[in-house]
């Protein structure tokens, strides 16, 4: 028969083993728990049963193989700990490396943004005109039929109206959308009636029933207005030709042709000589060599008295004062700038479109 000692010893040694490959395979803290509980566990561990067994032996073999026991216990606890730290430790290490930054490499630079290319036109064109001395007038994109035709001397069945229709404003009798900026010289004129001097522009949104490549149901316009004694056609024409002059360069001629709106009298079509062949002719000017580029005309005389009416008194009189006003559309001065032949281009969003202007 053995010494029950020996036995004792055989079994913590092969324990020693099996607890060492346990270990090795373990490799997460729910591993090294699951070895602890198969050697250490209160109910089964396997190194607690052989404790439970000592009960059985002589009290100088008890003690001698409780001492073997108890050193094999804090071995593996000792084990296990070393192993939890050196896991701790890898995986810290690893978020390091991972997390490390490179204070050499170049930064990225954020993504800027940059104004559209009409809004930079038309801050152009208020630029232009606030150094001529005029006044930047904010109009109102709803109106009213009055506004917008009456007082324009476009009576409700004058023919000029079917060219410029819009959209109404349901539920609300009389409101629309304006069709043209021209709207503002009446709103100005009203809420400024003295002194009967006045040099503005009026910029903005109008709207009309038109959808194709060259006519949007929205776009811009900017709209001038200058009334005082004395202002001629003269003044018109000086005025017109400063401003393209200092928006397209001054290499570019001026041509002036009659035309007619009902708002002005008389009124006069302008063209600017071609920037895209120099006036030789070419496929945007139609061979003509010019581009037509606005209307204006001198204010006919019954816009001061729809104005004097709705004032109540005599405020614009035309026998003292006369004036002018001319229009042009924000997105025909762009196109023109920059070679664009598709109007829809502009209200697309299309940011391989709109990257292509300088920021
Ligand atoms: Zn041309």
Redesign the pocket.
């Known amino acids: 028969m053995s010494d029950p000692l020996d036995a004792l010893q055989a079994k913590v040694r092969a324990l020693r083993e099996e607890f060492e490959r346990a270990l090795g395979e373990a490799r997460d803290p729910q591993g090294f728990q699951a070895v602890k509980d198969r050697f250490l566990g209160r109910k089964s561990g396997a190194v607690t049963g052989l404790l439970r067994s000592l009960a059985g032996l002589a009290e100088d073999a008890r003690r001698d193989a409780g001492r073997e026991l108890n050193a094999l216990k804090q071995d593996i606890e000792a084990r296990l700990d070393g192993a939890r730290e050196a896991l701790t430790a890898r995986s810290r290490d690893e978020r390091l490396a991972h997390e490390r930054v490179d204070v050499t490499l170049p930064g990225r630079p954020p993504v800027l943004g940059r104004r559209h290319p009409l809004t930079v036109v038309r801050e152009e064109l208020e630029e232009i005109f606030l150094s001529m001395g005029y006044e930047v007038y904010d109009g109102a994109e709803t109106d009213d039929d009055y506004h917008c035709f009456e007082a324009l001397n476009m009576p409700p069945d004058h023919p000029a109206r079917d060219m410029q229709d819009t959209f109404y404003v349901a539920g609300h009798s009389g409101a629309l959308l304006r069709t043209h900026t021209s709207t503002g010289q009446i709103r100005y004129m009203l809420s400024n009636p003295h002194p009967p001097v006045v040099r503005i522009i009026c910029p903005g949104k109008v709207f009309r029933r038109d959808d194709d490549i060259t006519h949007s149901p929205m776009f811009q316009q900017v709209e001038a207005l200058v009334v005082g004694p004395g202002i001629t056609l003269g003044d018109l024409k000086g005025s017109i030709e400063a401003f393209l002059h200092a928006l397209f360069g001054p290499q570019y001629p001026v041509r002036f042709r009659s035309s007619f709106f009902p708002y002005t009298e008389p009124s006069v079509e302008v063209d600017l000589g071609?920037?895209?062949?120099?006036?030789?002719?070419?496929?945007?000017?139609k061979?003509?060599?010019w581009?037509e580029i606005m209307g204006s005309g001198m204010v006919h005389p019954a816009v001061f008295e729809a104005v004097n009416a709705r004032l109540g008194r005599m405020v614009y009189d035309p026998e003292e004062v006369t004036g002018f006003a001319f229009g042009l559309g924000i997105e025909r001065v762009a196109m023109m700038k920059h070679g664009i032949d598709d109007i829809r281009l502009f209200y697309g969003s299309d940011l391989r479109f709109l990257e292509q202007f300088p920021a």
Not at 274 to 285: A, Y
């Open positions: 071609c920037i895209v062949c120099g006036g030789k002719g070419c496929r945007v000017c061979g003509t060599g581009l």
